[in-house]
Antibody, heavy 116, light 107 residues
Framework: QVQLVQSGAEVKKPGASVKVSCKAS????????MHWVRQAPGQGLEWMGT????????TYAPQFQGRVTMTGDTSTTTVYMELSSLTSEDTAVYYC?????????WGQGTLVTVSS | DIQMTQSPSALSASVGDRVIITCQAS??????INWYQQKPGKAPKLLIY???NLESGVPSRFSGSGSGTHFTFTISSLQPEDVARYYC??????????FGPGTTVDL
């Protein structure tokens, strides 16, 4: 069965970077895009970008361009999302999800807290 | 960028009621819209893909329709377990996703 298992919660100081991982199993890793979506406390879903694991190419939402980097490792079937220059507004649950035009499978979410 | 407006932002209904949520895209998105359900503390769950296709395992009381810029999501007979927040999501030619702001459904 398809599983996406994310890394654990993080606490970061303003200005720092965070790198969240998402390990995929149960399917051919390189055959599906992986998206990253975040949700601030009490807020809606915000799409951050997507990566094509077979090519390593990524497309980012305009509001995150220059601050986010998505990478994939086909040998470990893991994708990573790194967000830099963190502020308190980046405090959120970060999800990876598998798909192309939609997200049928989701990770469990990773809480990133930015606090001084 | 394509903007999605979703209405209502919240609604309260009774068990057995028909619930309708709409999403409007700022430009023609063909049928590339999906609908998700999210319960507190959980990841979203895909219910409807490509405007009107029911995801495997999802109860048939959920349905979707529309094309172009105007889309509708319907729960034909609201059940207690349907209390959740619902989001539409569009997919553009540029690979960009946009989520609607969401609709909270309460009993």
């Amino acid at each position: 069965q398809v599983q996406l298992v994310q890394s654990g919660a993080e606490v970061k100081k303003p200005g720092a970077s965070v790198k969240v991982s998402c390990k995929a199993s149960g399917y051919t890793f390189s055959s599906y895009y992986m998206h990253w979506v975040r949700q601030a406390p009490g807020q809606g879903l915000e799409w951050m970008g997507t990566i094509n694991p077979s090519r390593g190419s990524a497309t980012y939402a305009p509001q995150f361009q220059g601050r986010v980097t998505m990478t994939g490792d086909t040998s470990t079937t893991t994708v990573y999302m790194e967000l830099s220059s963190l502020t308190s507004e980046d405090t959120a649950v970060y999800y990876c999800c598998r798909g192309y035009t939609n997200c049928a499978y989701w990770g469990q979410g990773t809480l990133v807290t930015v606090s001084s | 960028d394509i903007q999605m407006t979703q209405s209502p932002s919240a609604l309260s209904a009774s068990v057995g009621d028909r619930v309708i949520i709409t999403c409007q895209a700022s430009q023609d998105i063909n049928y590339y819209i999906n609908w998700y359900q999210q319960k507190p503390g959980k990841a979203p769950k895909l219910l409807i893909y490509d405007a009107s296709n029911l995801e495997s395992g999802v109860p048939s009381r959920f349905s979707g329709s529309g094309s172009g810029t105007h889309f509708t999501f319907t729960i034909s007979s609201l059940q207690p377990e349907d209390v959740a927040r619902y989001y539409c999501q569009q997919f553009g030619n540029d690979l960009l996703f946009t989520f609607g702001p969401g609709t909270t459904v309460d009993l």
